[in-house]
């Protein structure tokens, strides 16, 4: 009796656990079909996208001045000429463009695109644009200013004839094209039509407060469409606080801003940031002619001397890139990776003892030269007020004294146009154009005179193979850092604001904003 009970026992606990064995596989089959489907579920992506711009001047687009409508509208209208993420020279309508003359240049349209309307752009077009931008003051008018008329030499050749030689002329070819036949017979600028153009989207609405585009289905690179986002909104705002608050609560997925405290209005939770380096440089330029800036071991000792980083950190709250030369705004003819400020106070010293100066009574002292110098900077800009103190710290810290002279506007400009400073803050606006003549070419602000430096960018004006160009640059830019002319500081940050909800790859540069719009979604 108690071996049956025992038997029994036995046959339980085998019955059990060949029961809580297929329970178990069971249940990871069941977990596992679950994954299985759940990984092959696919995401549900909107089919739409939604931006947001303020102060907004004008929807036309040859009129606006509005920088966030201009980069929103690259998806609709189209250049001749395009830049890469590196900023360099790609065809969009043109195939080709030559120089023929120091004066003249050719450009072949592609024919076979198609405006939105189906009709195909022609030389017309271009010509068309071009006397649209010279008859009135617009954001193009640089571009155009050195174009003293243009030939539509036949359907798809246009000729450029220019009032004097431009360097590298073909980047000013960056407008947007408008159809000439779309406006036949009434004025652009005051035309209630909804403009057409030649992009991958096109614009199917205009409101009071809110711009609608819609994709061009015959767009003729297929490649490049989003596949998912057939709508963009626009939505326009009379302040960019208004801005700020949608985009934080989840009612725009995207904005740009180059303000510096944009976290003050969004908080820092809830979306990423993409920084890339703005087009406002700021520097210090030496008086080459000056008697003591005329010598090249006070400007490099100077250059040593300042820690970029430490203005950067204290005035601009980090909010502002360092700088290492005029062309580091992520152009490809100046290698990013050299991005080091060169702050070294105590090689700053050496340079001047090797130069012959000595440091003796707290002052340097050269054949009866005293090393004491006078920045001056514009008093009504009150950021750059503080930098040139701050500048002052720090040259004092190895034993120059320096006087800054906070000057009137009308005197800082007399300073700019007659070059008899010693030193000068200033600042510019990078063009696109990589071309660097006022830094070092003819009359250029520093009085700064090398027959080597003016060789290289006479000849570089007229080179078409990249390669041959990076070289001439490489060495154009070796001489003149070591010349020292100028002291690069810093420059502005721009800050592409994207919500969590909004995915892609993004690499945007101050050309171009949407860059890979291809790869963007709306989850």
């Known amino acids: 009796m108690k071996f049956k009970n025992i038997k029994f026992v036995f046959v339980g606990i085998v019955v059990f656990i060949v029961i809580f064995a297929v329970f178990r596989v069971t249940s990871k089959n069941k977990k596992k079909q679950s994954n299985e489907t759940t990984d092959a579920k696919e995401v549900v992506y909107q089919d739409n996208i939604r931006l947001g711009i303020s102060n907004l001047d004008s929807t036309n687009p040859l009129k606006t001045k509005n920088k966030q409508l201009m980069d929103i509208y690259q998806l609709v209208y189209e250049p001749l000429i395009s830049l890469d993420s590196q900023y360099r020279i790609k065809l969009c309508l043109a195939t080709e463009y030559a120089k023929t003359s120091a004066n003249t240049y050719i450009v072949k349209i592609d024919n076979s695109v198609k405006w939105s309307d189906g009709t195909s752009v ?100 297929k490649d490049k469409m989003n596949k998912n986002i057939k709508t963009i909104y626009i939505n326009i705002f009379n302040e960019v606080g208004e801005v700020y608050n949608s985009f934080k609560i989840g009612n725009i997925d995207a904005m740009t801003t180059n303000s510096m405290s944009y976290e003050d209005y969004i908080g820092t939770m809830g979306y990423y940031v993409k920084e890339f380096r703005g087009r406002e440089y700021d520097f210090l330029s030496f008086n080459c002619k000056d008697y003591l800036m005329s010598e090249k071991s006070v400007r490099q000792a100077i250059n040593y001397a300042i820690d970029r980083d430490n203005i950067v950190s204290t005035i601009y709250n980090n ?133 080597e430096v003016q060789d290289i960018i006479d000849d570089v004006k007229n080179i078409n193979d990249m390669k041959v160009l990076e070289e001439k640059y490489k060495n154009l830019v070796s001489i003149t850092k070591d010349d020292c002319a100028y002291v690069s500081l810093y420059r502005n940050k721009v800050f592409l604001l994207i919500n969590q909800n909004v995915i892609g790859s993004f690499s945007p540069n101050c050309f171009g904003v949407f860059n890979n719009f291809e790869s963007w979604n709306r989850e």
């Open 122 to 221: 022609t030389a017309n077009d271009v010509k068309y644009t071009v006397d649209l931008l010279k008859s009135t003051n617009n954001i193009y008018s640089e571009n155009v200013k050195n174009i003293a008329s243009v030939e539509a030499i036949d359907n798809s050749t246009v000729k450029f004839n220019l009032t004097e030689e431009t360097y590298f002329f073909e980047y000013n070819l960056i407008f947007p094209i408008m159809s000439q036949n779309y406006y036949k017979g009434e004025d652009f600028f005051t035309s209630e039509k909804l403009p057409i153009g030649t992009g991958m989207y096109k614009v199917s609405s205009i409101f009071p407060s809110q711009i609608i585009l819609e994709k061009n289905e015959d767009y003729r690179e």
């Open 319 to 451: 909010k502002y890139f360092t700088s290492s030369y005029a062309l580091d705004y992520g152009s490809f003819l100046y290698n990013s990776n050299n991005t080091s400020s060169g702050y070294n106070p105590e090689k700053a010293k050496e340079i001047l003892n090797n130069d012959g100066w000595s440091y003796t009574n707290n002052r340097w002292r050269k054949k009866g030269k005293i090393l004491s110098v006078t920045i001056s900077v514009n008093s009504s800009n009150s950021q750059r007020c503080e930098v040139a103190k701050n500048i002052k710290t720090q040259l004092e810290e190895i034993g120059i004294p320096v006087n800054v002279a906070e000057v009137s506007d009308s005197q800082y400009q007399y300073y700019l146009k007659n070059k008899n400073y010693q030193i000068l803050l200033t600042g510019v606006y990078n063009s696109y154009n990589p071309e660097l003549t006022y830094f070092y070419g003819e009359g250029n602000i520093a009085n700064y005179k090398s027959e």
